[in-house]
């Protein structure tokens, strides 16, 4: 039985939203679908586990990456699409079967910058752990 690995890859991912009012709108609407609440925010930037955002100025430039968030099953999968359209978002992709690998259910929308924001079940699986802990030494 094949393995699928996630979660050691990245430590954080950066977006630069051209309308930060917008941006902030659309994945506080569809991370609550996930049941992620914003971990930090402050003037012009918000952060969620290890998604940070912020406002492009002059001297930067929206970002246009593809995202793709974890979901529990395939209803959550498709509430998360429901949810993006509502907040703003773009069908990229409504929810169904892919072809990546068995079990592969997915949407796809555009954020209001672009980026290409994916919400995955990977069909039933058994995780070792909910999430990687992480504890600062002293």
């Not at 609550?32 to 609440?37: C, E, F, N, R």
């Amino acid at each position: 039985m094949p393995q699928y690995h996630t979660g050691r890859l990245l430590d954080h991912v950066h977006l630069r939203a051209r309308n930060f009012v917008a941006t902030r709108y659309f994945y506080e609407a569809v991370l609550k679908v996930l049941g992620i609440p914003l971990t930090a925010s402050g003037e012009g930037w918000f952060q969620v586990d290890e998604l940070f955002v912020d406002a492009a100025d002059a001297r930067t430039t929206p970002t246009h990456v593809h995202l793709a968030f974890q979901a529990k099953d395939q209803d959550i999968v498709s509430a998360f699409y429901k949810a993006a359209l509502a907040a703003g978002g773009t069908d990229n992709g409504a929810p169904g079967d892919r072809h990546y690998h068995p079990g592969y259910y997915a949407c796809f929308v555009l954020d209001p910058d672009g980026n290409n924001v994916e919400a995955v079940f990977h069909g039933p699986n058994r995780r070792s752990a909910p999430s990687v802990v992480i504890e600062p030494t002293p």
